[in-house]
Nanobody, 115 residues
Framework: QVQLVESGGGLVQPGGSLRLSCAASRSIITVSIMGWYRQAPGKQRELVASITPAGNTNYADSVKGRFTISRVSAESTIYLQMNSLKSEDTAVYYC?????????WGQGTQVTVSS
């Protein structure tokens, strides 16, 4: 199994930025589909951004142009740079790794966008 640990959440004002990190317990980020998901209160969990082993990225329409997913293989870490944050971005953000015989989730990190 793969352990994922997210960090970087917090409280930010509308228009501000945050960078989330997800550290994997072993070197799997270049052989897995890595993704960031979020779940707001009363809503279903949704895909925010993903990156494939080939480096192809995909974003939810609601975050295109504002969020960027990236990875640093040497650190076994992926990042989510979030700019121009809006109140509707408020949610718990989860990191996910899908690979051969595993589908692992982190514990989540809270992002709150409020003035």
């Amino acid at each position: 199994q793969v352990q994922l640990v997210e960090s970087g959440g917090g409280l930010v004002q509308p228009g501000g930025s945050l960078r989330l990190s997800c550290a994997a317990s072993r070197s799997i980020i270049t052989v897995s589909i890595m993704g960031w998901y979020r779940q707001a209160p009363g809503k279903q969990r949704e895909l925010v951004a993903s990156i494939t082993p080939a480096g192809n990225t995909n974003y939810a329409d609601s975050v295109k142009g504002r969020f960027t997913i990236s990875r640093v293989s040497a650190e076994s870490t992926i990042y989510l740079q979030m700019n121009s944050l809006k109140s509707e971005d408020t949610a718990v953000y989860y990191c996910n790794a899908k690979g051969f015989q595993y589908d692992s989730w982190g514990q989540g990190t809270q992002v709150t966008v409020s003035s």
